[in-house]
């Protein structure tokens, strides 16, 4: 439910790993801000979008473009109107289930809180991917994140599960990267990656020329760091 951890540069990132190896990659944009879809290249007036999915406006199939069911500001009037909905927390789950057998891997970037759309999207996930930076405040709210994901198990999803914690912004000159990373791997143990996100000046950069790090600069440190994390997410289908 943080922001500035790397969510969407993590999304963005390994749909573009994942599909060029070749597997079939479906992005979800769950954000009102609809950064994902921008950094995707899909107009943020494309329709439908996901808000128009969730609020039954539109089948999942007829808003995907070009590999993603974008987002914008509509979001959150169809947050609004889910709220009165019966079995809201499920629609987003329903509504892939006619797409989803198209796809090797379906990539869902939720906001940065824990309301009902987040709420959609771990309802309809099987994993749930933690970007942690390597920072002060680190494991401040993954507890909340954790009881959340643990609610959703027991009422809505009992197949989810936090599979995967990647370490984000790591400064290997400081000691205190050093320090959050040992703490949040005795913490989680083999859930953590082993392959660390390197803070880099490229990897800030590659948003704003609307790429991702590995086609802005696929020789950099950030680069080999997502495409190695790629192939770990994947059990080495990347």
Do not use: W
């Not at 599909?19 to 992005?27: D, F, I, Q, S």
């Not at 859930?191 to 996100?197: A, E, G, L, T």
């Not at 020329?209 to 770990?232: H, N």
Request: proline share 5%; glycine share 10%; charged share 25%.
């Amino acid at each position: 439910q943080k922001g500035g951890t790397g969510k969407t540069t993590a999304v963005r990132t390994l749909t573009d790993v994942f599909r060029k190896v070749g597997l079939a990659t479906l992005a979800v944009d769950l954000d009102p801000q609809g950064n994902l879809s921008d950094y995707l290249d899909v107009d943020p007036d494309a329709a439908p979008t996901v808000g128009d999915v969730l609020s039954g406006r539109a089948k999942a199939a007829a808003a995907v473009h070009d590999g993603i069911i974008p987002a914008n500001l509509g979001l959150a009037e169809a947050e609004l109107m889910l709220g009165g909905k019966m079995g809201r927390e499920l629609t987003l789950k329903k509504a892939l289930r006619e797409v989803k057998g198209d796809y090797d891997i379906v990539l869902i970037d939720c906001p940065p809180s824990l309301g009902l759309i987040t709420i959609n999207g771990l309802a309809a996930a099987s994993e749930v991917l933690v970007p942690i930076q390597c920072e002060y405040y680190a494991l401040e709210g993954l507890g909340q994140l954790l009881r959340n994901v643990h609610l959703v198990q027991a009422n809505l999803n009992e197949k989810l599960e936090v599979s995967t914690i990647v370490l984000t912004m790591y400064d290997g000159r400081t000691k205190l990267a050093e320090q959050v990373a040992d703490e949040v791997r005795s913490h989680f143990g083999n859930k953590v990656c082993r392959n660390i996100i390197p803070r880099t000046v490229r990897i800030s950069e590659a948003p704003s020329f609307g790429q991702p790090i590995t086609v802005f600069d696929p020789s950099s440190r950030g680069a080999i760091a997502y495409r190695e994390l790629a192939k770990e997410v994947s059990g080495g289908k990347a």
